[in-house]
Nanobody, 119 residues
Framework: QVQLVESGGGLVQAGGSLRLSCAAS????????MGWYRQAPGKQRELVAT???????NYANSIKGRFTISRDNAKNTVYLQMDSLKPEDTAVYYC?????????????WGQGTQVTVSS
């Protein structure tokens, strides 16, 4: 069983920055992709960014150029550096890890961390 714990959320003014962290514990396999998703009030959950074990990244167009995803494989931790924050970035941000093993696929989610951007 894998546990994901997010941290770093909070309240910030537009134009400010936050850095989210997500630490994974438990049985972690090398063939995994970690990522951040977010869900704003009244909206569906959407992809923010993902990063593979080989550090191939993918970003949503809405945040590209403002957010940076990174990971520390030794610590099983993924980060999301958020700069130039906008009020529309306000959402609960969820950490995710997924991958494949000979025993089957795995897909785990954290509990989320609130990010609020004031205008």
């Amino acid at each position: 069983q894998v546990q994901l714990v997010e941290s770093g959320g909070g309240l910030v003014q537009a134009g400010g920055s936050l850095r989210l962290s997500c630490a994974a514990s438990g049985m972690i396999f090398n063939s995994n992709t970690m990522g951040w998703y977010r869900q704003a009030p009244g909206k569906q959950r959407e992809l923010v960014a993902t990063i593979t074990a080989l550090r191939i990244t993918n970003y949503a167009n809405s945040i590209k150029g403002r957010f940076t995803i990174s990971r520390d494989n030794a610590k099983n931790t993924v980060y999301l550096q958020m700069d130039s924050l906008k009020p529309e970035d306000t959402a609960v941000y969820y950490c995710n890890i997924k991958g494949w093993t000979l025993s089957g696929d795995f897909d785990y989610w954290g509990q989320g961390t609130q990010v609020t951007v004031s205008s």
